[in-house]
């Protein structure tokens, strides 16, 4: 990981996730250059986003990951859970059937990351009150039964894109300072000073143990 | 008669008169006695008595003699009063007559002197007027230095004409005294006609300049024109007018200049004319690029000497602005060719360096000349170029990953990524060496490789878990070894580093699993992290025996570290993703094994002789492994 040129404290992953067409890559997009991206092509194994942000005075890099959504690039995204501290969980107001892949989803995530992760649902597109196929109440109800923290928010006008970011990002700066994330240790914590490169760890491997272990 | 007696006493006296007197000494008697003595020549009687007559005679002679003598003498006294009369009289009358021309002259004198002190005052007048004429008027040789003799149209113009045109403006300046000295209207007169002379002076300049000023390369005539568009500062309209003359003039020479050296080159065809290389692109938009750039200055160096005695403060602005428009006759025929160039497919590369060669160009012309056509056509056709050079690079790119190729056995990048590599390299050593080159190459970067990670994934999504990893942790090894020799490449380069590393994760994971399950590891590990209050050595599969057999296993495995790896661990291009992966997955095993340890150890878990079991600490094991 080579520590750019500019200060800052700790670098926290992000992976973007969700079904195909809820605009995760716009929401990445919206975030990282401010714009709304019209065209946005489907994402073919992942892209990948930087911005530096500001936490309780601490500088922190997101290192965001933006997965494909759709089913047959399934084997490379999964390489990118791995040491994830945030897990943006995406899915339309307007399609229930993103909503309905959500449990799977984040089957998917609790296996593939480490327990501290933080998981923040995001219900897109809620510019489109009109063609709404999905209640907030009920979202909420969802997330709040999962533990996951929740927003609507609007890729198109930025309304809580940057909130979404910011508050995972807190959530996660939070878990560092009450040592629930053990930076040392770090295994599968996913932040590290920039001063030391060395990777992260030998993370998890859930294939054989099906439940992760090590730390 | 001196002897005559008589009376006595008279007598007497006389006598003695007589007798006294002494004859000799008496001149008179002397004198009669001597006149006597000449006729009285004998004494005799007779003659004593014819004395008396003869005496008498004699003096009656003389008498007579005497009395005709007075008689002419009388007669030519009298012509004489005559004539003295006469004259008196003329006198008179010429006394009058100069008393007449007397009294006449008075008044001619009195008129002379009067015309005479006119005179002097007139004399003046004249004096004054000459010297004003002299001073507030122009002279016939300065008349003819402005408009010329006779009515010809084409009056030339030579320094006498500025000398006479720096007179009229000096008399307009001087004209000033003159109000000062109360002549309102004398001044004011004065100065229009000053004025008519200066504008009739400026128009025959103008047009004398605009007909002449393409000619200020020649010699003889730079300076005249150089003063005469100094002079024509004054009236800006006819400076412009000239400059704009000038600019029609020389823009068209420039276009006739140029479509010569693109088609008949120079001189008996050397250089030969730049379209017989128009079938190499680069060749000829350099050689196009190249004459312009050599043409300018040209053009600059004469406007400037046209310009050379102005003082008007935006002379820059107007050089500059003269400049532009002088180029912009070349600007068409020069975007006709390079459009046409873009058109004919080329290799990216070929275009690439028309890029960076009209990028150079623009830069070199910008310092001669801003703004204008010239500018805005190369900015334009700049911008074109690299639009169609990234079109076209991205057109070979997806050529060459139309197909999507299975990945090859060995799990290298496949031969179009390697190629498509190489075409990076090629285009980032040229990008890097060029003007604008952090933008360009970025742009070629990410033109590149933003197709061939897709199609890279693509490649990789249809494999299995542990051969997707290794493909891809080649591919962008390979990517990023070839990204890593250039500047500006970090954003690139952290997002391959952070990808390989999510790679090296998937395949840790993989070889983690691979050695648990050939090491029978799977069992035991799964009891050390479900295990309840019972002692462990009760439990089965964690007899000590099994346990030894564990250990003798990882001994043999730090032997021999490559036994029992995956054999796609091999297939990683870079020796260094190897060793992480391996380092990563033994420590894996190490820390399964310092749990195992503990455990054994741990009196609850009721071990006989837990050292005997597992002989070696974790750390000694860990260094077997370093």
């Given at each position: ?73 399934r ?45 923040f ?19 909420s109800?969802?997330?709040e ?17 940057e ?27 996913v932040?590290?000073k ?21 730390c | ?10 007598l ?31 004494n ?10 003869q ?37 008179q009358?010429?006394?009058l ?13 009195q008129?002379t002197?009067?015309?005479?002190e ?21 002279q016939?040789?300065?008349?003819v ?77 730079k ?9 024509l500062?004054?009236r800006m ?11 029609i ?27 017989t ?20 200055p ?19 602005e107007?050089?500059?602005?003269a400049?532009?428009n ?14 046409k ?13 028309v890029v ?20 805005d ?20 790119i ?10 090859p ?17 090629d ?95 799977g069992?035991i ?18 007899e ?63 071990y ?19």
């Amino acid at each position: 990981m080579s520590a750019g040129p500019y200060n800052y404290s700790y670098i926290f992953k992000y992976i973007i996730i969700g079904d195909m067409g809820v605009g995760k890559s716009c929401l990445l997009h919206q975030f990282t250059e401010k714009k709304f991206m019209a065209d946005c092509p489907h994402t073919i194994g992942v892209e990948f986003g930087t911005r530096i942000i500001e936490v309780s005075g601490q500088k922190i890099k997101l290192q965001i990951w933006d997965t494909a959504g759709q089913e047959r690039f399934r084997a490379v995204t999964r390489s990118y859970y791995r040491g994830a501290a945030g897990a943006l969980m995406v899915y339309d107001i307007t399609r229930r059937s993103t909503y309905n892949h959500l449990s799977s989803w984040l089957t998917d995530t609790r296996n593939l990351t480490n327990p501290s992760t933080v998981i923040f649902l995001i219900g897109n597109k809620c510019d489109l009150e009109a063609q709404r196929d999905v209640t907030y109440e009920e979202a909420s109800k969802f997330a709040e039964e999962n533990g996951l923290l929740f927003v609507e928010a609007s890729a198109k006008t930025g309304d809580n894109v940057e909130e979404a970011f910011l508050e995972t990002a807190k959530k996660i700066y939070q878990s560092i300072q009450d040592g629930r994330l053990d930076l040392n240790a770090a295994e599968s914590g996913v932040q590290h000073k920039p001063s030391q490169p060395g990777r992260n760890n030998l993370s998890n491997d859930q294939q054989a143990n099906k439940d992760n272990c090590a730390c | 008669m001196i002897t005559e007696p008589d009376k006595e006493h008279v007598l007497s006296k006389r006598m003695y008169k007589i007798l006294e007197s002494r004859i000799e000494n008496d001149q008179d008697t002397i004198e009669a006695l001597r006149e006597l003595s000449t006729f009285y020549t004998e004494n005799t009687l007779q003659a004593r008595r014819n004395l008396r007559s003869q005496i008498e005679k004699r003096s009656l002679d003389i008498n007579q003699n005497f009395l005709a003598s007075f008689k002419a003498v009388k007669v030519s006294f009298d012509s004489v009063y005559n004539d003295i009369a006469e004259m008196n009289k003329s006198i008179q009358d010429m006394t009058l007559q100069l008393q007449n021309a007397k009294s006449q002259t008075k008044k001619l004198l009195q008129k002379t002197s009067a015309l005479q002190e006119e005179k002097v005052k007139i004399e003046l007048h004249q004096d004054i007027t000459s010297s004003f004429l002299k001073s507030f008027q122009l002279q016939p040789e300065d008349l003819v230095a402005l408009y010329g003799d006779g009515h010809k149209r084409d009056v030339p113009i030579t320094f006498d004409t500025f000398r006479a045109l720096e007179k009229v403006q000096e008399i307009h300046s001087n004209c000033k005294i003159l109000m000062k000295a109360g002549l309102q209207t004398l001044a004011l007169d004065t100065m229009e006609q000053m004025t008519q002379h200066k504008e009739g002076a400026l128009e025959v300049i103008y047009r004398w300049t605009q007909s002449h000023c393409r000619n200020v390369d020649n010699p003889d005539l730079k300076d005249i024109l150089a003063q005469a568009m100094a002079k024509l500062q004054d009236r800006m309209v006819f400076f412009k007018y000239v400059i704009e003359e000038y600019c029609i003039g020389r823009r068209s020479f420039l276009v006739g200049e140029f479509l010569n050296a693109l088609t008949k080159g120079g001189p008996s065809g050397n250089p030969a004319p730049i379209e017989t290389r128009a079938h190499d692109a680069q060749i000829y938009v350099t050689d196009m690029l190249v004459w312009i750039n050599r043409a300018i200055p040209i053009e600059k160096q004469n406007l400037q000497l046209l310009v050379t005695s102005c003082t008007c403060e935006n002379l820059d602005e107007i050089v500059n602005d003269a400049l532009a428009n002088i180029c912009e006759g070349i600007c068409q025929p020069l975007k006709i060719r390079i459009e046409k160039i873009l058109i004919v497919p080329t290799q990216a590369a070929t275009l690439y360096a028309v890029v960076n060669m009209l990028r150079y160009y623009k830069k070199c012309i910008n310092k001669l000349v801003k703004g204008g056509q010239l500018e805005d056509t190369l900015t334009e056709l700049l911008e074109k170029s690299e639009q169609v050079f990234l079109e076209l690079l991205q057109q070979q790119i997806n050529g060459l990953l139309v197909r999507v190729e299975a990945p090859p056995r060995d799990l290298s990048p496949t031969s179009a990524v390697s190629h498509l590599l190489a075409v990076l390299r090629d285009m980032l050593s040229t990008a890097s060496m060029s003007e604008g080159r952090e933008t360009d190459m970025i742009k070629i970067a990410n033109a590149v490789l933003e197709p061939l990670l897709r199609a890279v994934n693509e490649q990789a999504a249809r494999l299995p878990p542990t051969d997707m990893a290794v493909y891809l942790l080649n591919c962008m090894y390979s990517m990023y070894t070839c990204l890593s020799m250039y500047e500006f490449m970090e954003d690139r380069l952290e997002r391959l580093q952070a990808q390989s590393d999510a790679q090296i994760d998937t395949l840790t994971s993989e070889q983690a699993s691979s050695l648990v399950a050939n090491l029978s590891l799977g069992p035991i590990y799964t009891i050390l992290q479900d295990h309840s209050q019972d002692a462990l050595s009760g439990v089965p599969g964690m007899e000590p025996s099994n346990l030894r057999n564990f250990l003798l296993k990882l001994t043999n495995l730090s032997v021999q570290p490559d036994s029992i790896l995956l054999p796609q661990i091999n297939l990683l291009l870079s020796s260094k993703h190897k060793k992480s992966v391996q380092k990563r997955s033994f420590a894996l095993l190490l820390a399964i094994y310092k749990q195992l340890y503990e455990a054994v150890h741990n009196p609850a878990n009721q071990y006989d002789n837990p050292s005997d079991i597992l002989s070696k600490t974790p750390e000694e094991l860990n260094s077997m492994f370093e």
